[in-house]
C-alpha cells in the first residue's frame, strides 16, 4: 500500500557531502514523523534525524552540526544532507515514515530499503 524509495547515495571522500532524498508513495491520508536511520557493518541501526510534519527536528548527536533534515509534506518526501562525512558515516541509510492510511484508523510505520553511503579516507 506504501512504498518509500531512497535515492542519493554513493562514494564520496572524507569532508565530502551527500544528499539523500526518500518520497512516500500509496493510499496516504497523513504522514506524521519521517526520519532517516542507519546500518554500519557489524552494528545495530541508529537513529541520525527525525522530523516532525511540524517541522521539528531531532539529531543523533554524532550528525549534529554535520547534516539537516528536512521535509515537504505535500510532496511526501524527506531529505538528509550530509555534509563533512567522516568514514564512521559509512553505512546503509534508510528512510521511515510514520503514517495514517486511507483505508484505516492508526498510525503505521514504513522503511525504504536503504542507499549506501560509503566515506573513503
Known amino acids: 500500500q506504501v512504498q518509500l524509495v531512497e535515492s542519493g547515495g554513493g562514494l564520496v571522500q572524507a569532508g565530502g557531502s551527500l544528499r539523500l532524498s526518500c518520497a512516500a508513495s500509496?493510499?496516504?491520508?497523513?504522514?506524521?514523523?519521517m526520519g532517516w536511520y542507519r546500518r554500519a557493518p557489524g552494528k545495530q541501526r541508529e537513529l541520525v534525524a527525525t522530523?516532525?510534519?511540524?517541522?521539528?527536528?531531532a539529531y543523533a548527536d554524532s550528525v549534529k552540526g554535520r547534516f539537516t533534515i528536512s521535509r515537504d509534506n505535500a510532496k511526501n518526501t524527506v531529505s538528509l544532507q550530509m555534509n563533512s562525512l567522516k568514514p564512521e558515516d559509512t553505512a546503509l541509510y534508510y528512510c521511515?515514515?510514520?503514517?495514517?492510511?486511507?483505508?484505516?484508523?492508526?498510525?503505521?510505520?514504513?522503511w525504504g530499503q536503504g542507499t549506501q553511503v560509503t566515506v573513503s579516507s
Open positions: 522530523i516532525t510534519s511540524d517541522m521539528i527536528t
Open positions: 500509496g493510499s496516504i491520508r497523513r504522514i506524521m514523523t
Open positions: 521511515k515514515a510514520e503514517l495514517f492510511l486511507r483505508s484505516k484508523s492508526g498510525l503505521d510505520t514504513y
